[in-house]
Nanobody, 123 residues
Framework: QVLLVESGGGSVQPGGSLKLSCVVSGYTVSSTCMGWFRQAPGKEREGVASIYRGGTTSTAEAVKGRFTISRDTVKNMVYLQMNGLKPEDTAMYYC?????????????????WGQGTQVTVSS
């Protein structure tokens, strides 16, 4: 069984920072790809960042320069460092693994999901 458990969410003021963590079991984080997604109320789930088996990363335009994805292959964990948070970043954040051997931001290509961790940015 593949299990992903996110943590690190919370409530912060605009401009603040948070670091999300995802503990992964039953799957090696460097095997194919790991992705971070988010979903705000009334909106579709969207890709935020991904990291490929070779270490190549991709970041959505909306968060480029502010969010950084990384991994720890020893602990088998992935992280999302979020700086300069904005109110529009408010969402439930999920980590996920895809079926294919490459990264994408297509929700329907990911087959395992965590339960999510809430990030709220408000004044």
């Amino acid at each position: 069984q593949v299990l992903l458990v996110e943590s690190g969410g919370g409530s912060v003021q605009p401009g603040g920072s948070l670091k999300l963590s995802c503990v992964v079991s039953g799957y090696t984080v460097s095997s194919t790809c790991m992705g971070w997604f988010r979903q705000a109320p009334g909106k579709e789930r969207e890709g935020v960042a991904s990291i490929y088996r070779g270490g190549t990363t991709s970041t959505a335009e909306a968060v480029k320069g502010r969010f950084t994805i990384s991994r720890d292959t020893v602990k088998n964990m992935v992280y999302l460092q979020m700086n300069g948070l904005k109110p529009e970043d408010t969402a439930m954040y999920y980590c996920a693994t895809p079926l294919r051997s490459y990264c994408s931001f297509r929700v329907d290509e990911y087959i395992h999901w965590g339960q999510g961790t809430q990030v709220t940015v408000s004044s």
